[in-house]
């Protein structure tokens, strides 16, 4: 493991707060980071603005290197955070990742603290999956049988509003489920399971397996025809580690949002390819032809592709392929960019939209619903890119669309329930 001496590079952290219940951000809470086990040595002490964030601030991580080859030496440094907020329990989150060179974001999601309940439990984020040690994937077929009668549960492919993940085998009662929106469940498993300073290439392509595993497991109902009412695991044995809490990675995060509707395919299978792996070092792959993710690094670094990464261990025949449809959203992408001189229906809409997030998010200014993209809404626009880690363009593009519809749906579908 690295000590304290090792820690010569730094990399970036930002804290975002919001409440279980709302999803609202919350203004005002006091965020406490220390080295992991020391939390009487505070290093920093951060308040969040009315975005519910925190400032981003630079801690120290070990050298870059560590991350870019196997070797016995933890890339990352690990952080405690305390967040505390006015009316809510406070949270402990312990193992907060960071690598050197890279902008990591901790989700905190506090609940009320209605007088007499217990506090809340701390978050615990265990050792990466390239570092510490994991059951291997117990291999399965890549692409599942359907029924003798040709029926299968779903006659396309949709991209779900949330992932049901058991948090644990798939025998054990004990463990909860989770309901995890869509994107956000690949996000964390993709942090935990890759490092964000791996090239672009190599970062899409695992991106791409996780989600076509994941899809396939949504297509094909896998654990729900076993009589269980999940959708997904969080084993490695069974299927990916998904950790609850954990912090993620943006230049990860950014590739989930630009390609969150996609999935491998092969011709003539109408189902995503269960795309298995292994890392290829500390695990090695139980079958021929199954991605590793240190093998999928060094074709990064060749400059190789995503899907010449991937066709380089699943084969010539393994194609990228997009969804029909992304599920739980008012509107799909209309297919082009929304930019100043853009006019109509779509254009109505995401004002109408930012001006219903602009209540949570009072930092995005409002703007008038007129259906004509002008200035005002390209700086309301820049501001939510701002907010939500996109790039700040001011311009609704393919990742703004959806990451818009997201909020959206998130701080508005509650408050009608209620």
Not at 86 to 107: C, D, M, V, W, Y
Not at 113 to 136: C, K, S
Not at 390 to 395: C, N
Request: charged letters at 20%; glycine letters at 8%.
């Amino acid at each position: 493991m690295a000590n304290g001496q090792d820690f010569i590079s730094r990399g970036n952290l930002q804290i975002q707060v919001i409440n279980i219940r709302n999803n609202f951000p919350i203004q005002n809470a006091k965020v406490s980071i220390s080295s992991k086990g020391e939390p009487e040595r505070v290093l920093e002490q951060l308040t969040t603005d009315s975005s519910g964030q925190t400032e981003n601030i630079s801690l120290p991580a070990p050298p870059e290197e560590y991350s870019l080859e196997p070797g016995i030496y933890q890339p990352y440094s690990e952080y405690d955070v305390l967040v505390e907020a006015e009316g809510f329990k406070p949270l402990n989150i312990s193992g907060t990742e960071i690598l050197a060179g890279t902008q990591a974001i901790q989700p905190a999601a506090l609940t009320g603290d209605e007088g007499g309940t217990p506090p809340e439990d701390p978050v615990v984020i265990p050792d990466h999956t390239l570092f510490g040690n994991y059951p291997p994937k117990i291999a399965e077929a890549e692409v599942k049988p359907v029924n003798e009668s040709g029926e299968i549960v779903l006659s396309r492919v949709v991209v779900p509003q949330t992932i049901v993940v058991h948090d644990g085998a798939p025998t054990d009662s004990t463990a909860k489920d989770y309901y995890v929106p869509y994107r956000d469940y690949i996000k964390n498993v993709a942090s935990s399971e890759i490092y964000s300073t791996w090239p672009q290439s190599t970062i899409t392509a695992n991106v791409l397996a996780i989600m076509s595993f994941t899809l396939n497991r949504v297509y094909t109902e896998w654990y729900r025809n076993q009589g269980y009412d999940f959708t997904i695991t969080s084993s490695t044995a069974f299927d990916h580690k998904w950790i609850y809490g954990r912090n993620i990675f943006e230049s990860i995060s950014q590739v989930v949002d630009e390609i969150f509707d996609s999935f491998l395919s092969r011709p003539g299978v109408r189902q995503p390819i269960l795309t298995q792996y292994c890392d290829g070092h500390q695990v090695q792959c139980r079958n021929r032809g199954w991605m590793t993710q240190w093998g999928s690094k060094a074709l990064g670094d060749q400059g190789y592709s995503a899907i010449e990464i991937l066709r380089s261990f699943y084969g010539n025949d393994m194609y990228i392929n997009v969804a029909e449809a992304v599920s739980g959203i008012p509107a799909s992408w209309p297919g082009y960019d929304l930019t100043i001189g853009v006019t109509g229906e779509k254009v109505q809409q995401i004002q109408e939209q930012l001006n219903a997030i602009a209540k949570a998010y009072p930092a995005i200014p409002s703007v008038t619903v007129d259906g004509i993209y002008g200035p005002a809404t390209a700086a309301s626009v820049k501001k939510f890119q701002n907010i939500f880690g996109l790039p700040a363009s001011g311009v609704v593009d393919y990742p703004t669309w959806y990451k818009i519809q997201d909020i959206y749906v998130a701080v508005t579908r509650i408050a009608e329930l209620q």
